[in-house]
């Protein structure tokens, strides 16, 4: 018998999976946590749910340091008096990589529920 997720549990592990080599933690349902990997890959379908980080918990330097690997095709003028412009930015591998490693929630599953929003210094490198 195939082992199967549901499509919310889908959700979960690619996102996981594409974090994996950075360390990503799972909250079981009683309240502790274990570090994903291939033996506990299995436990997102006992109701674990990541850790990730919101957008909006991004410090000025990684937004920079972000910025820096987008990539901007286009700029229009917006006609404002100030002259200021509007870009368009594209998400370069290195900027998704960039998110990934330090676990940001690129595709809404805290708010879907799916994730829990990580308690600050739960990725810190002095762990």
């Known amino acids: 018998m195939e082992f199967e997720f549901t499509e919310e549990q889908r959700d979960i592990y690619k ?3 594409a974090m994996s080599l950075y360390g990503v933690k799972l909250k079981s349902p009683r ?3 274990v570090e ?3 033996r506990t ?3 997102i379908k006992d109701g674990f749910l990541p850790y990730l980080r919101p957008l909006s ?4 330097e990684e937004r920079k340091e972000c910025e820096k690997l987008m990539e901007v095709r286009e700029a229009r003028d917006t006609g404002g008096v100030d002259g200021a412009k509007w870009y368009v930015c594209h998400d370069t591998l290195e900027s998704i990589d960039f998110l990934l490693s330090h676990r940001f929630d690129i595709n809404g599953l805290i708010e879907r529920g799916l994730a829990l929003e990580a308690p600050k210094g739960i990725y810190d490198s002095k762990e």
Do not use: E, I, L
């Open 15 to 17: 996102v996981v999976s």
């Open 31 to 33: 309240g502790y946590w």
């Open 36 to 38: 994903f990997d291939d």
């Open 41 to 43: 890959k299995y436990f």
């Open 57 to 60: 918990s991004m410090t000025s």
